[in-house]
């Protein structure tokens, strides 16, 4: 079983639309998760860190987490072509060393 | 301050070349990572350093590959030989906050 788990997508959905993006992990002693945005060609690059149950809001970003069920996700409102890129899921696996997810491809139709 | 740098942006080597990845974290980030970026797998961690200490290098596929950071401001990956299974995007990130890391733009490596 990979450690974090992400839909690989492609996700499409219509410009002003909720993007809605999923990862799962596997060591239930993780305390800090975080979602990455990779333009094509480019590196990733840090939006969001999450470390408490619940929602964290920024923006037109919010990230949730529930340790319970081992899940992360991460809502995009009013979805902007601009937003399309792949999201990568990273937990943080002890000390600085940061597993990611293999990413879920994002495309938002204008 | 300019980021995490690395060099080169592009290398295409032939198989069994030595091939050296360079990188210049960020002033003051105390974590540097290499990670190395393919479709099949994704993003993996190869090797990640503290205050230039080797903490873990449990994701460096084998022996051909080395990292080694001599100071705070210089880290090299080095894979010898190339094999064509390289190729792939290797990534240089920096941090002083765990999971909160800063990319370099990465090296495109080409094994022919």
């Known amino acids: 079983q990979k450690e974090v788990e992400q839909n690989s997508g492609p996700l499409s959905v219509p410009e002003g639309a909720i993007a809605s993006l999923n990862c799962t992990y596997s060591?239930?002693?993780?305390?800090?998760f975080f979602w990455y945005r990779q333009y094509s060609g480019k590196s990733p690059e840090l939006i969001m860190f999450?470390?408490?149950?619940g929602d964290k809001e920024d923006g037109r970003f919010t990230a949730q987490l529930n340790k319970a069920s081992q899940y992360v996700s991460l809502l995009i409102r009013d979805s902007q072509p601009s937003d399309s890129a792949t999201y990568l899921c990273?937990?943080?696996?002890?000390?600085?060393?940061?597993?990611f997810g293999a990413g879920t491809r994002l495309f938002v139709k204008a | 301050d300019a980021g995490v740098i690395q060099s080169p942006r592009h290398e295409v080597t032939e198989m069994g070349q030595e091939v050296t990845l360079r990188c210049k974290p960020i002033?003051?980030?105390?974590?540097l990572f290499w990670y190395r970026q393919t479709m099949m797998r994704g993003l993996e961690l190869l090797i990640y350093?503290?205050?230039?200490?080797?903490?873990?290098d449990s994701g460096m596929p084998e022996d051909r590959f080395s990292a080694k950071m001599p100071n705070a401001s210089f880290s090299t990956l080095k894979i010898q030989p190339s094999e064509p299974r390289d190729s792939a995007v290797y990534f240089c990130?920096?941090?002083?906050?765990?999971?909160?890391?800063?990319f370099g733009q990465g090296t495109r490596l080409t094994v022919v």
């Open positions: 999450i470390y408490s149950n």
């Open positions: 350093f503290n205050n230039n200490v080797p903490i873990d």
């Open positions: 990273a937990v943080n696996a002890g000390g600085f060393k940061t597993i």
């Open positions: 002033s003051g980030h105390n974590s």
């Open positions: 060591d239930r002693g993780s305390q800090s």
């Open positions: 990130a920096s941090s002083v906050r765990r999971g909160e890391a800063f």
